[in-house]
């Protein structure tokens, strides 16, 4: 194999993408990872990434886990889970990179990873596993942390996959659910400030907190853009909404479908965002978009329906949770957290993380399907025939 020719090819490609690049996009050559390796002179370090996240099993696992409707997957297969949320992200978030001349294979590596970490269950999974958390004192649980964690510790039998620091900061630093006007980059951070991030949000502090790039702000922003339309159509499928039900000033500026509201939107991130050093909405319509957002939290997120699962949820991870604490103290091999879990990682892994630590990253890997199993196995008669 000629590898200076293949590294003539990649540094000329190199030279034309950068060439057309925004003044503030995130150059290639500023990818740099907390363990150095050797360059790949086919693919950027953010295309590398990408790769590894794609093939993963944290990533595999995302097609098993419910977005906001929880159990619905299991009768109604059209419902949206994880993976469809994650493709829509790295789609809307490529469309608005692209038009923004920013690094499209740094923004599509962070949109693929930025919910790895997320529970069985969705948010209500989430806020189950974080009760728990706390009264095992390894304090609160955050999907974003978590999802971190993954890529760091977890993956690779617990290696890790050793990924550049934007795209690490990208994936921490995504949070859909907070209402910004403008997402300005903190281009300064370091990876001081992200280990200082997790411990404050553990023990309970409120952090305000933007990504170091203009590439993350843009996943971030697109996660919103992603889920809010398409929240409504599931509600709207699962029979608690109907379309006539939204706000019609809402409607009358973002639009009606989720087609539309994603139109919309992405049109006036683009138009609000050429050239600037920010990602934001233009005023009416982050204004309307908010509205909108209070609206699915009124009629969706906190609707009856939805939320009747919500008790099981939390006993069934409480239950969980100590079981698999007892089944560590007893070295009770014969436990899944041994057999799909334990006996699979290095012993760098189980020796670094306390056994409560260990519980909890085996129940947020879990798909919908696995924890259900794992509670029946637990609780339902037949196991002590």
């Known amino acids: 194999m000629d590898k200076n020719k293949l590294q003539e090819i990649y540094q000329k490609n190199i030279k034309m993408i950068d060439d057309n690049f925004s003044q503030y996009a995130t150059h290639n050559n500023r990818a740099y990872r907390l363990k150095a390796e050797d360059n790949d002179y086919t693919r950027t370090q953010f295309a590398i990434d990408r790769d590894r996240i794609l093939y993963s099993g944290a990533y595999r696992r995302y097609q098993g886990k419910t977005q906001v409707f929880s159990f619905t997957n299991l009768f109604d297969e059209e419902m949206s889970n994880r993976s469809l949320h994650t493709t829509y992200?790295?789609?809307?978030?490529?469309?608005?990179?692209?038009?923004?001349?920013?690094?499209?294979?740094?923004?599509?590596?962070?949109?693929?990873?930025?919910?790895?970490?997320?529970?069985?269950?969705?948010?209500?999974g989430e806020v189950a596993l974080s009760k728990v958390c706390k009264q095992y004192g390894i304090g609160a649980f955050h999907h974003n942390i978590e999802s971190m964690h993954i890529v760091d510790h977890i993956s690779n039998r617990g290696k890790g996959l050793n990924l550049t620091f934007q795209v690490r900061d990208g994936i921490i630093s995504h949070d859909g659910e907070v209402h910004n006007a403008k997402l300005i980059p903190k281009a300064d951070k370091t990876e001081a400030d992200i280990q200082n991030y997790i411990e404050k949000m553990k023990s309970g502090q409120k952090v305000s907190w933007m990504p170091a790039t203009l590439e993350g702000c843009v996943v971030r922003i697109s996660d919103t853009i992603a889920y809010i339309g398409q929240d409504i159509e599931d509600a709207i499928r699962y029979k608690i909404l109907q379309r006539q039900d939204l706000p019609k000033d809402c409607v009358a500026h973002l639009g009606n479908t989720n087609s539309q509201i994603i139109d919309t939107l992405v049109k006036s991130v683009v138009l609000t965002s050429y050239n600037k050093d920010y990602i934001a909405f233009d005023?009416?319509?982050?204004n309307y978009l908010l509205k909108l957002k209070k609206f699915n939290y009124d009629n969706i997120y906190t609707n009856a329906s939805v939320k009747e699962s919500k008790r099981i949820i939390n006993r069934s991870t409480e239950i969980l949770f100590n079981q698999y604490m007892e089944d560590i103290e007893t070295h009770n091999s014969n436990s899944k957290i041994f057999k799909?879990?334990?006996?699979?990682?290095?012993?760098?892994?189980?020796?670094?993380?306390?056994?409560?630590?260990?519980v909890r990253d085996f129940l947020?890997?879990?798909?919908?399907?696995?924890?259900?199993?794992?509670?029946?196995?637990?609780?339902?008669?037949?196991?002590?025939?």
């Open 340 to 358: 799909h879990f334990l006996n699979k990682k290095t012993p760098e892994y189980c020796q670094k993380f306390s056994n409560a630590e260990k």
């Open 89 to 124: 992200v790295s789609q809307i978030s490529r469309t608005i990179g692209k038009n923004l001349h920013l690094n499209t294979e740094l923004i599509e590596a962070i949109a693929l990873g930025h919910d790895l970490g997320h529970t069985p269950f969705g948010h209500d």
């Open 283 to 286: 005023e009416d319509t982050s």
């Open 364 to 385: 947020a890997t879990m798909t919908d399907r696995y924890f259900n199993e794992e509670v029946k196995h637990y609780l339902l008669p037949g196991r002590f025939l």
